[in-house]
Each structure stands twice: as C-alpha cells, then as structure tokens.
C-alpha cells in the first residue's frame, strides 16, 4: 500500500512571503504521479500543480512550485508571494502510473496572515 | 473548471434510512470516483468506475454501492444509513489515469 504523510498539521506565512508545505510518501513504484491539491473554505478541491516521477525536472505553476526529490520520496510544494487568497487546506496526493486511486495526505492548513 | 456536480449539496437523514447521491458530468470522461473526506484522514475512495457498468470498489467501500448506467451519472448509495457515514462526499472524474478534477461535495449527516 502507498502512504502519503504531510507532518505539518497547520502553518502560517505572512502575505508577500514564501512558505514551503512538506510531504513525503512511501511506495516501491517506479512510475507514478505526485499531486498537490487545494481546499479553501468552499471545500472545492482544486488542482494546485503535478509531477510524473519519471520528470526530473521540477513543476512548476506561476507562484507554485515543487521540489521534487525521488530517492528520499519526498514531495514539497513552495508558494512564492504569499497572497490572502492562498489561505486553504493542501493535500499532497499520489498515484501510481497504471492505478486508479489517488492516496491522499492529511492535509497542511495554511494561513496567509495581511 | 471541469463540469461536474452532485446533488444534493447538503442533506440531514436518519439512520436506517437509503440514501443515493448523485455525480453528473458534462466532460464524457471515462473514470468517476467517489471519495469521503473526514477529519485527520484526508480523501478516501470509496468506488470508483472505469466506464459504464464497470465498477470496482476502493480502500472504505463498505455499507456502500455504486451505479453507472451512463457515462455522465454515478451514483452513490448508502443502502441503511449509519452514523459513521456522516462525512463530506466529493465525485471526482478523469479522462485518463492521472490527474482528477473533483466535484464541489456534497455534506451528508446522519443522525
């Protein structure tokens, strides 16, 4: 079974600053796809950024970026330029390349403090 | 944003009582998820569908069934409602293995 473990329950970050939300994961798969996903106060579930593993480079999406490093399977997702509108819970989540089921995290929660 | 949507968005049941909830897609993707999202676990899969009529069930699939009879409708049934099914429901679809697009959840509570 693949386990995804996001150790950092709540962070807070300053607007205009950078934050860095950790995620690490357990799998022997060698093909898979790593996610990060966002949650605000309406509970939408929103794409934040995706890596497939066989890409060494990392993803990145205007102020999202990942840094991605395979051999310690781990996962971590830098928001640059904090805004008040990046207030959200983020699931880091996980899938293997020929499965069909997403192993979500527990979720980080982060605030964006004016 | 993708067009998925559930209904109900909110419903207060009473245990022992059926309950079907619906996910409706306007994509024509081939894969529909439902999950459960609870406090401290995240997202976990109940069932999923890989195409109408074909389904297959996920890590929390029990006390629950799933229906596709279309490519657009998958529905989710709680056959006698109980109190560890209240939770927050979200449908997700994708069009091949990879990323899913989620549907805005549907807040069940049983009492």
């Known amino acids: 079974a693949q386990t995804v473990t996001q150790s950092q329950p709540e962070m807070s970050v300053q607007e205009a600053e950078t934050v860095t939300l950790s995620c690490t994961y357990d799998?022997?798969?060698?093909?898979?796809?790593l996610f990060w996903y966002k949650q605000p106060p309406s509970r939408q579930m929103i794409l934040v950024i995706r890596?497939?593993?066989?890409?060494?480079q990392n993803a990145t999406e205007n102020r999202f970026s990942v840094n991605f490093q395979k051999a310690a399977k781990s996962f971590s997702l830098k928001i640059s330029d904090s805004q008040l509108g990046d207030t959200a819970m983020y699931f880091c989540?996980?899938?293997?390349?020929?499965?069909?089921?997403?192993?979500f995290g527990t979720g980080t929660s982060l605030t964006v403090i004016p | 944003d993708a067009g998925i949507t559930q209904s109900p968005r909110h419903k207060v049941t009473e245990t022992g009582t059926p309950v079907t909830l619906r996910c409706h897609q306007t994509?024509?993707?081939?894969?529909m998820y439902w999950y459960r999202q609870d406090p401290g676990h995240g997202l976990r899969l109940i069932h999923y569908?890989?195409?109408?009529?074909?389904?297959d069930k996920g890590e929390v699939s029990d006390g629950y069934s799933v229906s596709r009879s279309k490519t657009e409708d998958f529905l989710l049934t709680l056959e006698s409602a109980t109190s560890s099914q209240t939770s927050v429901y979200f449908c997700?679809?994708?069009?091949?293995?990879?990323?899913?697009?989620f549907g805005p959840g549907t807040r069940l509570l049983v009492l």
């Open positions: 997700a679809i994708s069009e091949r293995l990879e990323t899913q697009y």
């Open positions: 989540a996980f899938m293997k390349h020929d499965g069909n089921q997403f192993y």
């Open positions: 890596q497939e593993a066989y890409k060494q």
């Open positions: 569908s890989y195409g109408v009529k074909d389904t």
């Open positions: 799998t022997s798969e060698n093909n898979y796809y």
């Open positions: 994509e024509n993707h081939r894969y």
